[in-house]
């Protein structure tokens, strides 16, 4: 597989596309052209459970108490510190992304569930469906953020590295361009790595407003594509046949801090 250099990767990121910050995070360590991040293992968004349940603590501590109810749901840890990305991704922006954004995604996700069960047990159809947004809205917003802390680990020299069915799987950090049946994927779907990133990048470039840009697996056609949902929109809703490999977020709180403050 061609290596791209670090030249070529500043040009996948640089303008006309005007909110970048979160796609070199993704695809900047298949070129093996940094050290700061690498992609964590593939398969683990398919198993993913949508939610995570905890009865007595949330992620770091933070609790939501407003509600008593809400006890029962928690944010889910990252498996790495806030810093581990830099300086690819700042550590301010990881633990804003994570404490703040994320938490409110579950927290509005498990409020509206609650109006969603009192609709139904009163057979209030209008409210019922006025609640469908809101519960694809911030659902699709844990989902998604669940997805994309997954794709993402620091890189460690000397990972370990293991086969887990058909996948390479790195416990501690990856960097390396992908080999192996995904590599053959890459190039069978894509000709290379550097069109699938520049695929990725004009996707991204031309998605309107906030959203996602998806790496995918079509289970039944068996080959990648790539895909982008608008808002919160979880990849599913694309089609039940979509698993995301890759989640790359395009909206501001993703990136906006380093932007505008680029010494953070």
Known sequence: MRQTSPNSLHSLVSPPFSIPFNIPMAVAPLTGSTKAVGLASFPSPMTMSPLTLDRNSLGRGQRLGQVQALKTFSLPDLPYDYRALEPLI???IMELHHLKHHLTYITNYYKVLHQLDEAISKGDSSSILRLQSSIK???????????????LAPVIEGGNCEFQGSFRMWQEGGGEPPNGLLGVAFHSSYWSLEALMQKINAEG???????WVWLALDKEMKRLQIETTQNQDPLVTKGPNLVPLLGIDVWEHAYYLQVIFPGI
């Open 205 to 211: 470039a031309a998605l309107q407003g906030s959203g």
């Open 90 to 92: 700042s550590g301010e």
């Open 137 to 151: 809205f911030n659902g699709g917003g844990h989902i998604n953020h669940s997805i994309f802390r997954k794709n």
